[in-house]
Every structure is written in structure tokens, then in C-alpha cells.
């Protein structure tokens, strides 16, 4: 969000950030920040036809992607508005890789550990689900540290898992 109050078709309300209005910039960045795409939200966008149609959050990330070289195995990460089965299984046919967290309700049919017995089960425990799309396979991990996390990947899991010593 680029904070702005001024007049302006484009300038967005957002009540739950910390500057509530301005331009919603959507960014494809690299690990080392270098913007690579963005795209300014003007609301409802078209999808190129060339382009899958897999819902407005995830079209946003197809769009963004259109520069990242197909089957190279790049990563992109990405946030749970994004995160859909559909938009991993079109990643991952492009020959991207991705993982995101996710809300509950896009992955209908996966019986993860409710956040209750994860919490009795401690801090840094976590169910894991996997299952081949095709000839993809997801992964579904819910995780708890002091609330629950569940991600999706096609190419990463939860294992190995190994003890840290805290300073």
C-alpha cells in the first residue's frame, strides 16, 4: 500500500493496515528485492486469454509470473489471499514451484489436526497431509507455534525435522 489521500479512482481503503488509504501495488520481487513485475489494483482486471483463468487472487499471480522462465524451477512464495490448489497445480505445469500459506477453506477434503490438539500437543507441532494431483504432489502442513499456520507446497514438506538450540 503506497499511502495516499488524495483524489483518485485508483486510491483503495484497506481498514486493516496501518495506512488505510492509498494505491494497492502488487509486486513480483526476488529474494534479494528486486522488483521484477508489479501491477497497479485498479479493481476488476482481465485475464490474458493465454493465461488460466484460476480465480481473482490467483490470476493476480499468473499475471505477475508472466516473466519467470518456465520449467527452471524457480520459487515464488506468497501469501494466503493468493494460495489456491488450482494456482500451485498451474504453477507447477509451468514448471514453477511454489509454497504459501492457506487458508482452511481452499482445501476442501483435507483432515488436518484441529488447532486445539495442536496446542495441547505443544509449541512446534504439526500435521502433515500429501497427496499427487496428476503428477504433482501437494503438500499440506499445519504447524502451531503460537497459533496455527497451514501451508501448501509442491515441493516441500515438513520433513526433515530437527531440533534447534535457542540462544
Known amino acids: ?58 490470476n493476480v499471480v499468473l499475471r505477475l509470473a508472466q516473466p519467470i522462465t518456465k520449467q527452471e524451477n524457480y520459487k515464488l512464495f506468497f501469501d494466503n489471499w493468493f494460495t489456491s490448489v488450482p494456482l ?17 477453506n481452499r482445501l476442501p477434503g483435507v483432515n ?13 507441532s504439526f500435521d502433515q497431509k500429501m497427496a499427487m494431483v496428476g503428477e504433482t504432489t501437494l503438500h499440506v502442513v499445519k504447524w502451531y507455534d503460537n497459533r496455527s499456520v497451514t501451508l501448501l507446497s509442491d515441493y516441500t514438506g515438513a520433513h526433515p525435522v530437527t531440533e534447534v538450540d535457542s540462544i
Not at 500451485?88 to 482452511?104: D, E, F, N, P, S
Not at 488436518?112 to 512446534?124: F, P, S
Request: positive net charge; contains cysteine.
Open 1 to 58: 500500500m503506497v499511502p495516499f489521500k488524495g483524489r483518485n479512482r485508483l486510491k483503495q481503503y484497506l481498514p486493516s493496515k496501518p495506512k488505510k488509504w492509498g494505491y494497492k501495488i502488487l509486486i513480483l520481487a526476488g529474494s534479494d528485492g528486486v522488483l521484477h513485475n508489479l501491477e497497479i489494483y485498479t479493481g476488476r482486471a482481465v485475464q490474458p486469454p493465454e493465461l488460466a483463468d484460476v480465480g481473482a487472487s490467483g
Open 88 to 104: 500451485v497445480l498451474t504453477l507447477a505445469q509451468q514448471g514453477i514451484h511454489c509454497t504459501g500459506t492457506v487458508r482452511g
Open 112 to 124: 488436518l489436526m484441529c488447532d486445539d490438539e495442536l496446542k495441547r500437543t505443544g509449541r512446534g
